[in-house]
């Protein structure tokens, strides 16, 4: 058998039909049970395997193939990454400790010192200190562009450019970028266009299908979606994922959890119905927000209003995503931060905190927390004033959260 025909026999997914729909997927694609025919998929806490004979325990380390010892792979993580790969459509998937130690997955394995990044200045805070601060250190260069504007990527690019890097929609302002536009300019440079997929999930948007070379995941968020674990993954071609990938995560060790693995496994299966579910929600919090009267501007890809929303709805299979921002009204920015911390403080059911992808909804003020480091001067050119807050919708009813939200936005 060649590596691939083994690699699928190990599939229960190599016993059901051609041609499943994602939903599907996310419930059946896993390793085939052990010889005890568990239905849910069994959770291995091992970090070592026992090899039949000496022969075979030589060809399974020559190889990489099968289970050895669990920093190179174990069975619970294997299913987390074939079930992630399908749904991503993907040829496959490895997954990590962390969202952080899948970025540095990435660079370690694909980047050398000399090379050259092109970023979005707007995504995940640690994402940039990781790029501009520690990749900095090791000759990996990286030039922070706007979200929205092509011009500015195109600009950037340089004979050494090898990664353009992307997260869509950003935190806090939900500012869209083009994923297929982006894969052209990448594509045309001789460079990869990796996305980081945690906001959306595949659920929404599926980042290979526009054109994107890798997928990046906090699993963290709402692939686990009930705020448990820590995890992260890059979802891609068999020859980098497997090649390139596997053989860095391997020798340094950025290696999932098993535990970790099986709780983002079963969250996986009821992830389809938690984004459509939260995505709802959020755009009726949304449009309940942006009639208050209190509040001056909210920022929702799911709205009309969003100036991207077009694009969203194309690129995000018509739903605007769990996460949004609004401004309440204030002249200047004592004012509006003591009006935010009135309307945070007010809450009775929303948790104040900064993790987004729960079950459970959490507010924030980005301001203070995410974008804390940031100066005001630094934090206006990007648009987070101290009026801002963020919320990240949950699974509570509708009008239990903007009950809540009313409690202070009606009393300032
Ligand atoms: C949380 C997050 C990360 C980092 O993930 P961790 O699991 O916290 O390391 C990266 N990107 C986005 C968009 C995130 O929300």
């Known amino acids: 058998m060649s590596d691939h025909d083994h690699e699928a026999a190990r599939l229960a997914h190599a016993r059901l039909p051609e041609g499943l729909r994602p939903e599907t997927l996310a419930v059946r694609t896993a390793l085939a049970p052990s010889q005890h025919g568990e239905n849910s998929e069994g959770l291995f806490l091992t970090s070592a395997f026992v ?49 952080m130690s899948a970025i540095l997955l990435l660079v370690m394995g694909l980047l ?31 030039s922070f562009v706007s979200q929205t504007d092509l011009a500015e990527w195109r600009a950037a690019i340089q004979p050494n450019t090898k990664l353009l890097f992307a997260e869509t929609p950003t935190n806090p ?31 929404l948007q599926r980042p290979l299908a526009l ?15 009930q705020g448990r674990v820590m995890a992260g993954a890059l979802c891609g071609p068999r020859s980098l994922i497997h090649d390139v990938f596997g053989p860095t995560l391997r020798t340094a060790g950025m290696t999932l959890a098993p535990f970790n693995a099986w709780v983002v496994l079963k969250g996986l299966e009821t992830l389809s119905l938690r984004m459509r579910a939260q995505s709802e929600a959020t755009l009726a919090v949304a449009q ?10 909210v920022y929702y890809p799911g709205l009309k209003s969003h100036p991207q929303h077009e694009l969203a709805m194309r690129q995000q299979s018509g739903l605007g995503g769990a996460v ?9 920015p004592e004012a509006a931060k003591t009006k935010a911390f009135h309307v ?25 927390t995410s974008h804390g480091r940031l100066s005001e001067a630094q934090r206006l050119a990007v648009g987070i004033g101290q009026g801002m807050i963020r919320l990240a919708v949950g699974l509570e009813h509708v009008a239990d959260i903007t009950d809540d939200l009313q409690r202070g936005l009606g009393s300032l």
């Open 112 to 142: 050398k010192s000399g090379d050259h990044v092109v970023c979005s200045r707007s995504v995940f805070g640690s994402t940039v200190s990781l790029f501009a601060k520690e990749f900095a250190k090791f000759g990996v260069e990286t």
């Open 51 to 99: 090899q039949p004979d000496a022969e075979t325990s030589a060809r399974r380390f020559a190889e990489m193939e099968d289970f050895t010892y669990a920093r190179t792979s174990n069975p619970t993580v294997r299913s987390l990454e074939a079930r992630l790969a399908a749904m991503e459509g993907a040829e496959a998937a490895v997954a990590t400790s962390t969202g």
């Open 288 to 297: 309940w927000l942006e009639r208050h009267p209190a509040v001056s501007r």
């Open 324 to 332: 949004l921002s609004f401004d309440v009204h204030a002249d200047g």
């Open 344 to 368: 945070i403080d007010s809450t009775r059911v929303l948790s104040i905190a900064t993790n987004l992808g729960d079950t459970k909804s959490i507010i924030t003020h980005p301001a203070t």
């Open 173 to 203: 302002l939900t500012d869209v970028c083009d994923i297929a536009a982006l894969a052209d300019i990448a594509h045309g440079a001789g460079a990869l266009l990796t996305v980081d997929n945690t906001f959306c999930s595949p659920a």
């Open 211 to 225: 054109g994107a070379d890798l997928v990046m995941h906090a699993g963290t968020k709402y692939l686990d979606g």
